[in-house]
């Protein structure tokens, strides 16, 4: 008269991402980091990339953590900022143009995390990329 079993999708799930199946969850996390470098630009979310991959977002979420370190929304957004640095060293592509081409809608919000992962504003990076020659403050 107890409860019923786990539920095996659960159990599966859990057990993709750690012991004998780690593997597994480092393979999930790989895919899903080349999927988001490969489309950093779109507008994803970690629903939309869990069902891609065949998972669901909780799962994708822990093994994200697991294997890379931080979270589906950290992830994104470190590759868009890393892509935002190459195109920021040009001075053809102004921060607002930058901010778009890599996926952020918003360029104040693009600032914002920006600042959070590199210590500093797109442009104070700019302008230190180019030795100060722009004046930007």
Known sequence: AGSAGPDPGADRERAAGQGASSSAGRRIASLALELLEARHSEDLSLESVAAELGVSPSHLSRV????????????????????????????SVSVK???HMVGFRDPAYF????RRFEGESPAEFRSR??????GVK
């Open 64 to 91: 994200l953590a697991r294997h890379a370190g931080m979270g589906f929304a950290d992830c994104l957004a470190r590759m868009r900022v890393e892509r935002a640095k190459s195109f920021l060293s040009s001075r």
């Open 97 to 99: 143009e930058a901010a």
């Open 111 to 114: 600032a914002r995390v920006f």
């Open 129 to 134: 990329s180019f030795g100060g020659g722009l």
